[in-house]
Every structure is written in C-alpha cells, then in structure tokens.
C-alpha cells in the first residue's frame, strides 16, 4: 500500500474522504427531496407557520422602527428593513388587512391580460379564505407588510401568519356599512430568529414560487429547506478533522468545483470558498449572507420610507369598522406613509362574475363559465381612481388601507410620491393608458401627508372626494337589509358560543334544519386517524375541514360523541382546478366516537358579508388636481 505521505497516498487519501462527502451528500440531498416543502395552509414545517395572531396593543412608539426601501436582493423592488434588533417571536409592523379574490382565475383564464397581483399575492387556503368560494380559487391580496415583504431562503426570519376574521361588530341585519370592509385584517407577523439592526426581513413564499418560475430559478436555485441539509454537510466536512490544508484543499477542489458544475440545489446552498466554509460551518450559512441583506441605519433614514406611524383599531365611524390611528407625533406636511401602487388599466380584476356549470365538449366534465358580472370584488373599495377613467391603483402601503373616509375631519392627503425609488413622475406626466395595460410591473407610488400637526392615536382620515361621500349617502337612504337578515349569525361566532351544544343528526334535521347559509365541517385530521383518541381538537385560523354528516349522537360521561361520515375529495377531482364546486365528487368515510371539539360550523361559500348583493362598492377618489388628463376615457367610472 502506498504511504499516505508519497504523493499517490495523497491522492488515495483524498478519494476516500471525497467519496464519503458524497455519500452525506446524496443521502441529505434524497431526503431534501422527498418531500414538497410549502408554507400554505396545513403545512408541517414549523419554521413556516407562526402561533394565531393577537390584536395589536396600543401604544406609542418614539421612533421609526421600520423603514420601506431598496431589498438588498438584486432586481427585487422593494423590501422591508427593521431600525432596531428583534428578538424570536417580537411582532413586526401593526398588522395589515387581507383582501380575498373570489374566482380570478376562472374569469381571466382565456385572457391576455396579466394578472398585476400575480407575484403578490398569497393562497387563499393558507390565509383561511376558503369558505369564500366554492372553488379552489381564492387568492389572498394582503396590501401592506405581505405584499412588500421578500424571500431569501437563506434569511428566512419570521414566520408565515394568517389574519384574524371578524366583522368589527356590524351586522347584515342593522348596519349599511356590512360588507364594505374586509373581515380578514390585523395579518401580524412574528419574527423567527434574531434580525440585527438595519437587516432585511424575509418570509417563505413557498417552494413552489421558485420552482414555477425555471426562467428565472434553475435547479441549483438553493430552496428554503436545502440550508440546513448544507449545514449538515459541513458540519460532516469539518468532523473529519484533517490537517487545515487538507481539509481547504478537498473543500475548493471537489465540493466547489461540483457546486458550479451540478444542479444540485443543496450545493448551491454550500459556500464558494473553503475560507467562507470554515465560518459558515462555525457561526452558521446564514451568517455568511447576513451583512448583504444588512443596511444602515443613515441610508434607511436617507433612502428608505418610515412606515409604522399607523396602526389599526376600531374606527370612530362606527359603518367604517375598522381604522388608521397615529402611533407617534406627526407633523403638519410630514409623509406618514408611502404606499407603492398596483395599477389595472382595467376594471376585469375588480369584478365578480356570477358563474354556472356547463359541459365541456372536450373532456366531458362540468366545467364554470362566466353568466356575467354579479358585482364587484371588495378590493374595489381599496383602490384609488377619478370619475372619468378606468384606471385604477391599489395601494400595498403597511397601514394605509386602513384610514377612512371623512370630509369634516380629513387631516391626510395623498399626493404622488415624490423622491422615491418605486415611483416613476415621467409616467404620471407623459403616459397613457396603453402604457399600463400590459405591463404590470408596479411603476407608481403616493405619499400620504399630514394636513396638520396630529397627536399620538388620533385617528387618520382622508377626503374621498365628492364622488364617494355622494354615493355612500345614496347607499344609507336606500339600503335595506337582505331577507332573512335578522336571523343570520357569523360561524365563528356560532362556534365560540355554541361549542358544547349537542349537533343536530341528519335526522333531527329533516324536522329542525339548520339556517340554509351554514355548513357542517370536521376537522381534516380526522381522514388520516384509524383509531380515535381523546382529547380535544384545535381549529387553527386557517382550518376549513371537510364536509360532514352527523349520523348518530350518544352520549358518554357526560360528553356527546357522534358516528359521522366525512367527504374526501376523490384522486380526480384532486386533479381539478377549475370546477364550480370541489366537493361534488368525494368519497364518504365512516368515522365513530368523533368528539364535538372535531366538528364546527362554517358559513357556505359565497354566503359572507362580503358577497351580499347590498355592500357598498365604490372606489376612492383621486383629487382633479393631480390626476392626469390622459387617463380621463370616461365620462363616469364603473364600478359606480
């Protein structure tokens, strides 16, 4: 056998270390990727999912403690940027609102238009929406924090949250304003891991944001869940205990030459150099990359936007729900806010189609199609326009969605930002309509400005304009409640009140139904359980369930258990996603001794507040004065 000191030792050396490197590697690498690793709904990685939200306290804070600015991540946009150091679990930002887009898909699928929300927007299931459609396609436009907020799977440091549900105590029966407002806000976000001062703050999109965009992203594009597999290898590479020279030769010979030669992602996610290795197998990959995504805190002054001076609370306009509330001193002529801008050159986006099943002569199957236009979707009343034009701008400002409508009191306007990186005036001065119907790349921004000096939680207020303060007045004269509208009791507040009160069987059913808008649910989980154990289930925001029949009703030691039958969507209709309704085709499965904390009520698609034929729709006014005349196509706007 050769001397490991002679040259040909060296090399035999060096082989057998290498072939056991690739052995770790292969076998980190085929565990990475047995799994689809995504940060929806029902998710398992715990790194993704943060603990329910809680409101927002109340309180003032001296200095800006979060600035909008230049992501640290080449040809992103936008990022957000913490001024001071953050702990695990400190809540980031004040909590923005979400806006559910009812079947956007389906009605645009043959179009040529771009989706402008496309690349913004967060899966209905994940942000608890799916009881607002019978179809799977719901989308989550949540225009604040989420829609600025980037991905660096190598920072991730906060969790993945999902926003709180309620009405802010309207209801359909009394209150105009039902409706006219989304019920899904205070959307908080947690931090995940320490983030120092002037660092970036990153979320998981999701593997499949990556993997659906190969132009962009090829197969060494390191993935969330391909880091800690990476830091696994080096920690495999630095236990070898070789002689310092070995060890860097074997690192910049072998592992950095197949990293740039192979589609490996978790070999993407290694370091490019021996010497970046050794710190990173040290103090961690991620510490490699945090100076790049660190900015300070003179150049966030300078070029960054301060954008928690608002936070949200129940308004003092009671139809408004809920409201923007100073956290600090404000300035008269100070910019509280700057929002970047979505723009729709036209109103597709916004509407909502009343749809219907037909048969499609192709496969035979029932497919939706669109019957026309039964309203406008929520997010309308979230967008700016004029009277006289069909472009429409949707501000995705960290607090701006929720200030409120008041002529008396206005102490804010909005004026086109002004020294900012996301805004283009050229645009604003010389463009035109055409210019913004196929590109919908975010190219505009506002500033919000204080009329005058505001003190710590006054509440904010904008002019809508003449246009809307005529068409809510129209509404409040004319509005009535829908029919049955006395009767009507949101779910949730059905399961909080009602959760140890026996359910009704099928049986009992045919005598005493239930109101025609709710829905029997169970709790997902219980399709993979063969055998029942007690103990109680938790719904989590984001839980809708599966469909149920109450068969049997015992009662034993004093709790009620229930035989019931749960609906499992078949492995094609899992395959569908485009159908009128998902739940046509399931397969029903037998389940006894199912406790009555498994089984919870949920309104029945389309039967929300937000769906009600009499919300008020309308958008918000953008002042003559700075509105260009070459967007003016119309004499009056729609939606009206």
Known sequence: MAALSSPRGRFIQRMYLLAIFIFLTLVSASSADSSDHTCDAGSSPGECIAPSPVQTPNKTYPECGLYMAQSTIPNAGLGIFTSIPIKPM????????????????????????????????????????????S?????????????????????????????????????????????????????????????????EIFKYYGDGWFTSRPEMFDDSFPLYHDYPDAQFLLGNWTAMKLPEHIQQELYEDFVVVWKNSSASRVMGAMPGNAEDALAAAKDGIA??????ATRSLEWLNENGRCIDNIQPGYSSLRQAGRGAFATRSLSADQIIATSPLHHLARTTFLEMYELQESRDPASGGLIPVVAGVKG??????????????????????????????????????????????????????????????????????????????????????????????????????????VQDAENYMESMGINVRYYKVPIRTAAEE????????????????????????????????????????????FLTENEHYYTIELGVPSTEAH????????????????????????????????????????????????????FPEKWKNINEASPA
């Open 135 to 199: 179809t799977k396609d719901v989308e989550a436009i949540c225009p604040g924090l989420d829609c600025v907020v980037n991905c660096n799977p190598a920072l991730i440091n906060t969790y993945k949250s999902s926003p709180l549900y309620d009405y802010a105590g309207l209801h359909r029966a009394q209150d105009p304003g039902a409706g006219s407002f989304t019920p899904y806000h205070n959307g908080t976000t947690y931090a995940s891991k320490d983030i120092p001062a002037g660092g």
């Open 376 to 481: 406008f979707q929520i997010l309308v009343n979230y967008c700016f326009t004029h009277p006289e034009s069909t472009m429409f701008v949707c501000p995705y400002g960290s607090g701006v969605n929720y200030i409120n409508h008041n002529q008396t009191l206005a102490n804010v306007r909005i004026q086109w930002a002004e020294d900012f990186v996301a805004h283009n005036q050229t645009l604003v001065e010389q463009g035109s309509l055409e210019d913004f119907v196929f590109d919908t790349k975010p190219v505009l921004s506002f500033d919000y400005v204080a009329l005058r000096d505001i003190a710590p939680g006054e509440e904010l207020f904008l002019d809508y304009g003449d246009s809307f303060e005529e068409a809510w007045k129209s509404h409040v004269r004319n509005w009535k409640p």
């Open 90 to 133: 400190d809540i980031i930002g004040k909590g923005d609102v979400c806006l559910p887009q009812v079947n956007g898909k389906l009605y645009t699928s043959g179009s040529t238009l771009n989706n402008p929300f496309e690349a913004y927007q967060w899966t209905g299931q994940s942000m608890g929406m799916s009881r607002e459609s």
């Open 575 to 626: 395959k569908v996603q485009d159908t009128l309704n998902t739940e046509t085709d399931l397969n029903w499965i037998r389940k006894e001794k199912v406790p009555r904390s498994a089984i919870a009520f949920f309104d029945k698609p389309g039967q929300t507040d937000i769906h009600l034929r009499n919300a008020f729709r309308r958008f918000i006014g953008i002042p003559s004065e700075i």
């Open 287 to 292: 510490a490699l990359h945090q100076p790049a």
């Open 510 to 553: 045919l005598t005493g139904p239930y109101p025609d808008y709710l829905q029997i649910r169970v709790h997902a989980s219980l399709a993979d359980l063969e055998f029942l154990v007690p103990g109680n289930f938790t719904w989590a925001i984001v839980d809708y369930g599966l469909p149920a029949r109450i068969l049997e009703r």
